[in-house]
């Protein structure tokens, strides 16, 4: 992989800049993100679906808005007759592997704190795996492990609408170098 040629995965997810990171810094905005790309949900349903103040809701619905990463739907009539504006994904993505740092220190925290916060409610029967490993890998290694990786996540949301009969499943990718 070369400065001059970005791979697949970088042109289809671009780097996050330094406002949308911000936004994403949150695990009840990333909570927010998840459940908005599954369905058009209203800031009181969101409220309601994680136990949460909507007024707090309100303001990461908000952020993420304002970064794009939300937009409104069809304003649309509840079932008390009220109208409700949902909100729902932009379905936008993004790697969060550059300027972390300038969105705070617990930014780079903020997915796994999501992705912990989701198995919780979810329960340990929802896991369908679990790998835990260490390997030792030079730059170049990291980076093809890294790419190969990308490849077939790629390849799985690419075509995912195919399976949207299916039942949901989540799931993350981290590589981090140990402390030792």
Not at 91 to 117: F, I, K, Q, Y
Request: aromatic share 4%; glycine share 6%.
């Amino acid at each position: 992989m070369t400065e001059e040629q970005p791979t697949a995965m970088d042109t289809k997810n671009p780097s996050a800049s330094a406002r949308e990171i911000k936004a994403l810094a949150h695990p009840l905005r990333l909570r927010i993100l998840r459940l908005c790309g599954l369905h058009e949900l209203t800031n009181k349903q969101l409220a309601d679906r994680l136990a949460q103040d909507p007024g707090t809701v309100l303001y990461h619905v908000r952020q993420l808005h304002a970064a794009g990463f939300l937009e409104r739907g069809e304003v649309r009539t509840g079932e008390s007759g009220a109208l409700e504006k949902p909100y729902r994904s932009t379905g936008r993505s993004w790697n969060l592997d550059t300027a972390l740092s300038d969105a705070g220190p617990e930014a780079p925290l903020a997915p796994l704190d999501a992705l912990r916060d989701e198995l919780m409610e979810a329960g340990p029967d929802s896991l369908a795996t679990l790998s835990r490993f260490v390997v030792h890998l030079s730059k170049q290694d990291a980076e093809t492990f890294i790419s190969r990786v990308q490849s077939v996540l790629s390849e799985f949301v690419d075509s995912d609408q195919e399976r949207s009969d299916q039942p949901a499943f989540g799931g993350m990718f981290v590589l981090h170098r140990t402390s030792d």
